[in-house]
C-alpha cells in the first residue's frame, strides 16, 4: 500500500471504508491531512461539495470526524445504500 | 450539547487555492468540521459543534469562517428551507408518510416559503407542527438549529434588500 495511514485509528478506519467504496484518497497538507475524492462526481450525483472532503490531521474530536467522514461516504448519491431505498412517489 | 449544521459560501476568485483555504479554515478552529471543496467557487462546511445552544454554535462557526476567508459569502445555514424528502430523513419517516400527514391536514400544515416543481418550508415550521399535532418526537437540538438557521439566513437576505418596507408591504405580506 502507497499512502501513508491516518495517525488516529478510527479515521484510518473510514478512509479505508472510504477507499473500499471506490474513493481516491491524497496525502498533502499540515492542518490538513489530506483529501478524499469521490469517484462519481458526475451530473447525477447530489452530494456536490463533498465530493471532495477534507481530511484534517487532528481533527477536535476524532471520532466524530471519523464519523463525519463515513456519512459523506454513505450518503453519497451513487452509493449502493441508496438503491436500497427506492423513491416512493 | 453538539449541535450539527452546514454552512455554505460562495468564494472569490482570489480564494480559489483551496489548499490553502483548507489550511486558514483549521488554523481558525474549524477543525470540528468536515470541508467539502468539490464545487468550483463553493466551499461547504458540515459542523458539530459543542456549545451551550445552538445559536452560540452557529455564530461561532460563522466568526471563525470569517476569520479565515473574509471574503466568503454566506449563501445558507442548513438545515432551513427544506422539501418533504428533507425533513421526512431529518424525523425518520418516510416521504410518503410526510405526504399523508400533508395531504391529511391540508387547513393545519405550514405554508410553504417557495411552492414550483420543489416546493420548500423553513424546516422550524415543519418540526413545531409536528410536534404540535401529531406527537413526532422532535430533537430539541435539531429545532434549536433548525429556528437559529431560519434567523440567520432570513437576517442575511434582510440585509441584501435593505430598504425599508412600505406600510402598503407589510400590510399585505403576512
Known amino acids: 500500500m502507497a499512502r501513508r495511514p491516518h495517525p488516529k485509528k478510527e479515521i484510518e478506519a473510514a478512509i479505508r471504508h472510504a477507499e473500499d467504496e471506490g474513493w481516491s484518497v491524497e496525502v498533502g497538507g499540515s492542518h490538513a491531512w489530506g483529501r478524499m475524492y469521490c469517484p462519481d462526481n458526475d451530473k447525477e450525483c447530489r452530494c456536490g461539495e463533498f465530493c471532495i472532503t477534507s481530511i484534517w490531521s487532528t481533527p477536535k474530536q476524532p471520532e466524530t470526524h471519523a464519523r463525519q467522514l463515513r456519512r459523506v461516504v454513505d450518503n453519497c448519491s451513487t452509493h449502493p445504500k441508496k438503491a436500497e431505498n427506492p423513491a416512493e412517489e | ?174
Not at chain 2, 66 to 93: C, F, H, K, M, Y
Open chain 2, 1 to 174: 450539547m453538539e449541535y450539527h449544521f452546514t454552512l455554505t459560501y460562495q468564494l472569490t476568485p482570489a480564494d480559489s487555492n483551496s489548499q490553502e483555504l483548507v489550511e486558514r479554515l483549521g488554523e481558525a478552529g474549524c477543525t470540528d468540521a468536515l470541508v467539502g471543496i468539490g464545487l468550483a467557487g463553493r466551499l461547504a462546511l458540515e459542523f458539530d459543534r459543542e456549545a451551550e445552544r445552538a445559536e452560540t454554535a452557529v455564530l461561532s462557526a460563522m466568526a471563525d469562517v470569517q476569520r479565515a476567508v473574509p471574503t466568503a459569502r454566506l449563501i445558507e445555514v442548513a438545515p432551513d428551507l427544506v422539501g418533504l424528502t428533507d425533513v421526512a430523513s431529518l424525523v425518520n419517516v418516510t416521504r410518503q408518510n410526510m405526504r399523508k400527514l400533508m395531504v391529511a391536514h391540508q387547513e393545519s400544515f405550514p405554508i410553504p416559503v417557495h411552492g414550483g416543481s420543489a416546493t420548500l418550508w423553513h424546516l422550524e415550521d415543519l418540526l413545531t407542527w409536528m410536534q404540535a399535532r401529531t406527537g413526532y418526537h422532535v430533537a430539541a437540538d435539531v429545532l434549536e438549529v433548525a429556528q437559529t438557521a431560519r434567523r440567520v439566513n432570513v437576517q442575511k437576505e434582510w440585509q441584501r434588500v435593505s430598504d425599508t418596507p412600505s406600510r402598503e408591504l407589510l400590510a399585505l405580506a403576512r
